[in-house]
């Protein structure tokens, strides 16, 4: 029963106040730690420019590909290449040859 004289528990003012904190904790801590939180946008950052170096290195050894099939095409054929392509699948030379095989070359 309410009265006109009723006394006020000083553990009700901390209510609010403390779930406040608690609102704000939980958050904050997601914010920062959480799956998209600022240290995981980091991640993804450091991750993208990575990636980004990686696909650029992938795109020069493709255009170097595709350069080397437009000189095995039909309409271009260039016959050193067809020469040095047959030899080095067939593993063949002549004996007076020096053979110099660039790491970089053999796919």
């Known amino acids: 029963m309410w009265t006109k004289y009723h006394r006020e528990r000083k ?3 901390l209510v609010l106040p403390a779930m406040t904190v608690a609102f704000l904790s939980y958050f904050g801590y997601h914010a920062i730690h ?5 240290r995981a946008t980091e991640k993804f950052e450091r991750q993208r420019i990575v990636r980004l170096k990686e696909l650029a290195l992938l795109k020069s050894k493709r255009e170097q590909l595709e350069r080397q099939v437009s000189l095995l095409s039909d309409g271009s054929l260039d016959k050193d290449m067809l020469d040095e392509k047959a030899r080095f699948q067939l593993n063949f030379s002549r004996p007076d040859e020096i ?3 660039n ?3 053999i796919n």
Do not use: F, M, P, W
Request: hydrophobic content about 35%; charged content about 20%; aromatic content about 14%.
């Open 11 to 13: 553990i009700g003012r």
């Open 34 to 38: 959480g799956d998209y939180g600022l």
């Open 99 to 101: 053979v110099i095989y």
């Open 103 to 105: 790491s970089a070359k």
